[in-house]
């Protein structure tokens, strides 16, 4: 690890290693096949997610077998593990969630050249790679990306309770990966090869997340949006990705960078960050929209460059009605389900907008990974200052601090 990074290593983190140096850190049974997991055996809200004891079955075609170091957490584990079983084709139970993990290699099945037994790997999400537009670098956008990495479909049984049988079956392969679980089975096509990227499993951890929230944000910006120094841009959303976004836009120079929120300590590390501005959404002047105080920061005209990664309705609205003539709106934020926006065409015609959607920022993990990783070691994508790392027995506490703002990006570690 770089003298940079080793200065950066949060006390959380810090605090954690001394707890497992004093009390021994769980050994690796040597079948490499019983492992602790999050199950998700009904909805959070209804109590349904614990820790327990499963075994793991062999890698088969295509996939892995990889010890976790670390995961992070993220608001699409809550959504998806907060509907009720039926009710969605991505509803199930009991299954693995978990879509940032991190981890070594202790098995590979057939037809894997992607990495060996030993080499340390980061994960990201599942595509087909076969259709044309995976061939055309839209991996993200594969048009079986529901089935790879949400659906029943996808999710061949992978765990079992440690005192259970076959027929009590617990679903994996979430996002390729279900990284709540300490051992998982992970498809080829998620891996990113990390053996020349990190330098000790502290960095694995750190890392966790990069193959998704915080992939999403900065390549939301940098790959979707294309955004330059020209361009003023406006994040609707601070969280993981939100920040992410603020940080890319940095990268890449724009001349304004707007973050738009209501929690107080996330508006002040937008500006650490490189935010221009920031606006408070819960403390507008009397009389004042969301919308005309985006455009108040940026020439009475908008941005040239709106993301949401809220998927709140009315800050979809406001973003979208911000947006400059000629201007690029893009949705990240995952919107209810049952929400549909009304826009009048005549008007969208003629402001020239684009309005588009983005997933996992149009990153191909294995390209944007590495990317985002030299930025870190070059100081100027600190991820560091969005992490807090916790044991994985607390993930209850990981989730409240997430929901409530006061940790940005959760990580849990094994």
């Known amino acids: 690890m770089t003298g940079r990074a080793s200065a950066n290593i949060p006390k959380s983190l810090r605090d954690l290693w001394k707890h497992q140096d004093e009390h021994g850190r769980r050994s690796t049974p040597d079948n490499m096949s019983s492992a602790k997991a999050i199950v998700s055996h009904d909805t959070h809200a209804n109590g349904g997610w614990k820790l327990e004891d499963v075994t793991v079955r062999k890698p088969g075609d295509g996939e892995l077998l990889v010890e976790m170091v670390a995961t992070g957490v993220c608001h699409t584990d809550a959504l998806i593990g907060g509907i009720p079983d039926g009710a969605s084709p991505v509803a199930f139970y009991p299954r693995v969630l978990g879509h940032e993990?991190?981890?070594?290699?202790?098995?590979?099945?057939?037809?894997?050249?992607?990495?060996?037994?030993?080499?340390?790997?980061?994960?990201?999400?599942?595509?087909?790679?076969?259709?044309?537009?995976?061939?055309?670098?839209?991996?993200?956008?594969?048009?079986?990306?529901?089935?790879?990495?949400?659906?029943?479909?996808a999710a061949s049984p992978i765990f079992t309770p440690s005192k259970g049988g076959?027929?009590?079956?617990?679903?994996?392969?979430?996002?390729?990966?279900?990284?709540?679980?300490?051992?998982?089975?992970?498809?080829?096509?998620s891996v990113v090869n990390a053996k020349d990227l990190i330098k000790s499993k502290e960095d694995l951890q750190l890392f966790a997340p990069l193959g998704?929230?915080?992939?999403?944000?900065?390549?939301?910006?940098?790959?979707?949006?294309?955004?330059?120094?020209?361009?003023i841009v406006c994040i609707m959303g601070l969280g993981g990705v939100g920040l992410s976004a603020i940080m890319a836009a940095k990268i890449q120079g724009s001349r304004i960078i707007i973050g738009v929120d209501r929690v107080q300590s996330r508006l002040e590390l937008a500006k650490e960050l490189g935010a221009t501005?920031?606006?408070?959404?819960?403390?507008?002047?009397?009389?004042?929209?969301?919308?005309?105080?985006?455009?108040?920061?940026?020439?009475?005209?908008?941005?040239?460059?709106?993301i949401d990664t809220t998927g709140a309705p009315p800050l979809i609205q406001a973003g979208f009605d911000s947006a400059r003539n000629k201007?690029?709106?893009?949705?990240?934020?995952?919107?209810?389900?049952?929400?549909?926006?009304?826009?009048?065409?005549?008007?969208?015609?003629m402001r020239g907008v684009t309005f588009s959607g983005a997933i996992e920022g149009q990153a191909y993990p294995?390209?944007?990974?590495?990317?985002?990783?030299?930025?870190?070691?070059?100081?100027?994508?600190?991820?560091d200052k969005l992490v807090k790392f916790m044991a994985v027995d607390k993930f209850e506490q990981a989730l409240e601090e997430m929901h409530s703002g006061k940790t940005i990006k959760p990580i849990l570690t094994y």
């Open 101 to 153: 993990g991190s981890g070594y290699v202790k098995e590979v099945g057939s037809n894997v050249t992607v990495a060996k037994v030993g080499d340390p790997v980061l994960l990201s999400y599942a595509f087909c790679n076969n259709c044309p537009a995976c061939k055309s670098n839209g991996h993200s956008h594969c048009p079986d990306f529901t089935e790879l990495n949400f659906t029943k479909n």
């Open 327 to 349: 201007g690029r709106v893009i949705q990240v934020g995952s919107s209810p389900f049952d929400f549909n926006m009304s826009i009048n065409m005549f008007a969208f015609m």
């Open 277 to 306: 501005h920031v606006v408070d959404g819960s403390a507008l002047k009397e009389g004042q929209s969301l919308t005309d105080a985006i455009k108040a920061l940026s020439e009475d005209l908008g941005p040239t460059v709106v």
């Open 212 to 231: 998704c929230g915080i992939q999403t944000g900065a390549g939301t910006v940098i790959n979707a949006a294309k955004a330059t120094k020209d361009d």
């Open 166 to 189: 076959e027929q009590n079956s617990i679903h994996g392969a979430f996002f390729g990966q279900s990284s709540f679980a300490s051992l998982s089975i992970v498809r080829a096509c």
């Open 366 to 383: 294995p390209e944007f990974v590495p990317k985002m990783v030299q930025w870190y070691r070059d100081g100027k994508f600190p991820v």
